[in-house]
């Protein structure tokens, strides 16, 4: 059933072993509930604060600064939502850049069709936010402002601390979406003045459905859910236990690991991209140097996405194309639309993420099936 090479990992990330032995003692038998007084409910507690602590330092946070959710897109949600109807009346214009995953930019739509007016901010054509511009979008009744710290189909990584510096400097919250970025990049709110941070536990080696929102102290946030109280009054709710143990040690892992997991995809990475240059018309997407240090996003000439994807998968290849939580619909990416890109680069994008347990072979295997797979792809084509 596993694909025998998987590079696929901007996707989901394989569950790392030592996270699932950490969070098997609260998914068997009595498991208390966080919220009891008693000895099993006690031990739950202390297993989601242990766990708040580690994802607080992986993100340089406070841990009262940290809200658990269940993944980013709630995280995401919670932001736009929270800081938008927590805003002093009046402020109701938005700043939202347009390679925002759907997990933002949906939310922001909906804000817009609550009679929010939303700028939605270009990007050059690597996909990179200019500073000047969002500046220059910034006005006194600007409620928030949100860009990604790296996108998650073709990987640049955006000036995130000056984009935060800008938006706080003149009083506007800033959420950053930094759920591709939790494990890949040095992710430290005490150096990147950011309000809000949203992270998502299965994209560096955590259960999938659990996720947190660094809440900055001082800023203003409404809930999305409401019940009995827990997170501090943002995130009502039982706690998912398990996943939130599950998420503190692969925090810690991150932490621990980062350099040398980051060194070895940056390599492969590159073993990918120079591989690439010699099948002609491939075509790289995104920064050459700020990207994420697993992500490769291609435009193959003359092939479909769809295609080869599945005729990859045939050859027992995972990959991605364009952005695994959109690829349901027939519609060009709209980031790849903001940066420039026409339908044909779009449909024929694909995007190989290379996590920390590829391997070298991995890297020949994809080469090997790419190069061939594209020839039959474009003998078939009527091009
Ligand atoms: N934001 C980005 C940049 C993502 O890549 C994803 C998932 O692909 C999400 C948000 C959503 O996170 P989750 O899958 O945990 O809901």
Redesign the pocket.
């Known amino acids: 059933m596993n694909p025998t090479v998987y590079l696929d990992n ?3 990330t394989p569950l790392e072993p030592r996270v699932l032995d950490a969070m098997l003692p609260f998914l068997k038998g009595v498991r208390g509930n966080p919220s009891s007084l008693h000895g099993p409910g006690g031990a739950a507690r202390e297993a989601i604060e242990e766990a708040r602590e580690r994802v607080a330092r992986l993100t340089g946070a406070s841990p009262e600064e940290v809200v658990f959710t ?7 949600n919670l932001a736009l939502f929270g800081l938008a109807r927590a805003a002093p009346e009046g402020k109701r214009h938005l700043v939202v850049s347009r390679i ?5 930019r949906e939310a922001a739509r909906r804000l817009e069709r609550e009679g929010f007016e939303v700028a939605w901010l270009g990007v050059d054509p690597d996909g990179v936010v200019d500073p000047a511009e969002l500046e220059a979008s910034l006005r006194e009744d600007t409620a928030f402002a949100s860009v ?5 189909e073709v990987g640049s990584v955006q000036p995130v601390e000056e984009l935060a510096r800008l938006c706080v400097g003149r009083g506007v919250p800033f959420h950053t ?5 939790a494990g890949r990049e040095e992710l430290d709110v005490s150096e990147v003045s950011v309000s809000t941070l ?1 992270i ?4 560096f080696y955590g259960p ?4 947190a929102l660094f809440v900055r102290d001082g800023v203003e946030l409404d809930p999305l859910v409401y019940g009995g109280g827990q997170e501090g009054g943002l995130r009502s709710g039982t706690e998912d236990v398990a996943g939130i143990v599950g998420l503190g040690v692969a925090a810690l892992l991150a932490k621990e690991e980062f350099s040398e997991r980051v060194e070895k995809e940056r390599a492969l990475r590159e073993g990918i991209i120079s591989g690439l240059a010699s099948v002609p018309g491939v075509h790289l997407n995104g920064h050459r140097n700020h990207r994420l240090s697993g992500n490769v996003h291609v435009s193959v000439d003359g092939a479909e996405a769809e295609s080869l994807v599945l005729m990859l998968d045939a050859r027992g290849i995972a990959i991605g194309k364009g ?3 959109s690829s349901s619909g027939h519609k060009a990416s709209p980031a790849l639309k903001a940066m420039g890109k026409n339908d044909d680069a779009a449909f024929s994008a694909i995007r190989i993420s290379v996590g920390k347990d590829n391997t070298a072979d991995d890297v020949d295997a994809f080469l090997a099936a790419f190069t061939r797979t594209v020839e039959q792809l474009r003998a078939m084509s009527p091009v």
Do not use: I, L, P
């Open positions: 901007a996707a989901t269940s993944g980013g897109t709630e995280a995401d925002e995953h759907a997990a933002v990604m710290w790296a996108n998650n979406d930094a759920v591709q970025a949203a998502s536990a299965h994209k999938q459905g659990a996720g952005a695994a939580c």
